[in-house]
């Protein structure tokens, strides 16, 4: 059974960090592209992240500068590392693989940026 949990989230002061995880079970993650994406309440999911098999990144214009991703296929693991958090961030962080017209989804994790 392929799973991709998200693990990480939680309420970070506008300023703060956080380093979101995805962990891949039931499949390995290394012919896949990985991603990140956000839905914050009453928007549309937005895609926040994305990394290649070969390593190569992309990034939503809001985040560029402010978020890196990271994947470690040994141990089937993507990272979102999240600095300089703003309010605007707030939203469920969604991990995504995809492989052609194959595609996995995890359940999300809830980041809350908040004084």
């Known amino acids: 059974q392929v799973q991709l949990v998200e693990s990480g989230g939680g309420l970070v002061q506008p300023g703060g960090s956080l380093r979101l995880s995805c962990a891949a079970s039931g499949m390995t993650i290394r012919p896949y592209v990985m991603r990140w994406y956000r839905q914050a309440p009453g928007k549309e999911r937005e895609l926040v992240a994305g990394?290649?098999?070969?390593?190569?990144?992309n990034y939503g214009e809001s985040v560029k500068g402010r978020f890196t991703i990271s994947r470690d296929n040994a141990q089937k693991t993507v990272s979102l590392q999240m600095n300089s958090l703003k309010p605007e961030d707030t939203a469920v962080y969604f991990c995504n693989a995809a492989l052609g017209l194959l595609g996995y989804w995890g359940q999300g994790t809830q980041v809350t940026v908040s004084s």
């Open positions: 990394i290649t098999s070969g390593g190569s990144t």
